[in-house]
């Protein structure tokens, strides 16, 4: 027979791990970016499931925090947005209005980017039928060829009035390719391009920097910026040590612990053999936990202070790490070992698998069992 649970912590005994996200250290980065941008109104970019760390949990701290304006990738993230944030939250969609799909920015009140000639009419259209055309943001693409009006297209709309007629600008914005570079010549090439760009376009705010650009120093800042990778914690260049807080824990159990002699193989491929003997242990975190199979090998978890490196290839669900230098009878089956925690960053995690803190986080998996710690308030009801 079924019965409620007693324990409220029991999903975190079911679970391999357990991905603790603090939501303080969310609040304390966008304050911090915010005064670091301190001319600019500093928005917060939460595609991607807040990068993974979970919208409907992190916008509404965000917003606590002061958040007013909000980026997503596409129109249903916006949708998903809209129902955890305040009704005078601006939501602005990266992609723009795919034509089947911006009905549903005007219903749900999102801001469209319009990339290009295409989109603009695309909305216009949208607006016409509704009645009148909602603000939208434009992009121009200052360099990086992924996103935005060309120099043709802003010729075109030059040319015939009639095209941006009737449209709100609401923001112009574009994106730096380099900005985790800061001596990159992109930079600047880029920087004097939007202005020079924008001054043909109806005048509105001004936003370049997403969370690199902001320590690229104010001539980036302009009106708008939009980090996203700095409020969870990731590090904005190599250049300086991360001043942001970091945000995410990762601990995973410890699952059989043995001993291997030389000779002995060690996991799929047998790719690592002891020359000596070795104590090791099987934790319960795996590639499709998103902890890349190529991490292997360079990384280490930790136990306390004690490093414990990894060994072998990294499985679906486990990978195994050499415990010899925790004194004996110290770490038993069960207890958890830190694989993100305060000896190693997501950055270093990236860095092991040969990629950047950006995948690590987006690709954290949803089997862990997830803690959120720090600011519980509720801003509905503004407790
Ligand atoms: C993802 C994204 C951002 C946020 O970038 P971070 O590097 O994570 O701060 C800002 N602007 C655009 C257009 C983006 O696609």
């Not at 902890?291 to 202070?305: K, N």
């Not at 072998?312 to 010899?324: E, H, N, Q």
């Amino acid at each position: 027979m079924m019965s409620a649970c007693p324990d409220p912590l029991w999903p975190s005994y079911r679970a391999g791990a357990r991905l603790t996200v603090d939501l303080d250290a969310i609040a304390s980065n966008y304050r911090y970016l915010q005064t670091l941008a301190a001319g600019a109104s500093c928005a917060a970019v939460v595609k991607a499931d807040a990068y993974g760390l979970g919208i409907e949990r992190v916008a509404p701290v965000l917003e606590h925090a002061g958040a007013r304006d909000f980026f997503v990738a596409h129109v249903d993230e916006g949708i998903r947005l809209r129902s955890v944030v305040s009704e005078t939250a601006r939501i602005t969609v990266l992609h723009g209005p795919r034509p089947e799909a911006a009905g549903d920015c005007v219903r749900y009140g999102l801001r469209p980017v319009l990339n290009s000639l295409e989109q603009i009419a695309t909305w216009r259209e949208a607006g016409l039928r509704a009645g009148t055309v909602p603000e939208a943001a434009l992009q121009v693409d200052s360099g990086m060829s992924r996103f935005g009006l060309s120099g043709a297209d802003l010729e075109a709309l030059q040319e015939n009035e009639g095209l941006v007629g009737g449209l709100k600008v609401g923001l112009v914005m574009s994106h730096l390719a380099c900005a985790d570079t800061p001596d990159h010549q992109a930079n600047r090439a880029q920087k004097e391009r939007m202005l020079e760009m924008s001054a043909r376009l109806p005048s509105a705010p001004l936003s370049l920097s997403a969370s690199s650009g902001i320590f690229l120093g104010p001539d980036y800042h302009l009106d708008v910026v939009r980090p996203g990778a700095a409020l969870y914690g990731l590090a904005p260049n190599r250049t300086a040590p991360n001043p942001l807080s970091p945000v995410v824990r990762l601990q995973a159990h410890v699952l059989q612990i043995r001993e291997i002699l030389p000779g002995d193989g060690v996991g799929y491929g047998l790719t690592y053999r002891p020359e000596r003997v070795r104590r090791i242990a099987t934790v319960a975190v795996g590639y499709a936990d998103g902890f890349s199979r190529h991490g292997a090998g360079q990384g280490c978890a930790w136990f306390e202070e004690i490093c414990l490196p990894i060994l072998g290839r990294v499985s679906m669900d486990s990978l195994i790490v050499d415990i010899s230098d925790v004194p004996e009878g110290k770490l038993g089956p069960d207890m958890m070992v830190d694989l993100i925690g305060p000896r190693r960053s997501v950055d270093d995690v990236a860095d092991a698998a040969g990629t950047i803190g950006y995948e690590v986080l987006t690709s954290l998996g949803h089997r862990f069992y997830r803690e959120y710690v720090g600011n519980q308030k509720n801003p509905s009801t503004g407790d």
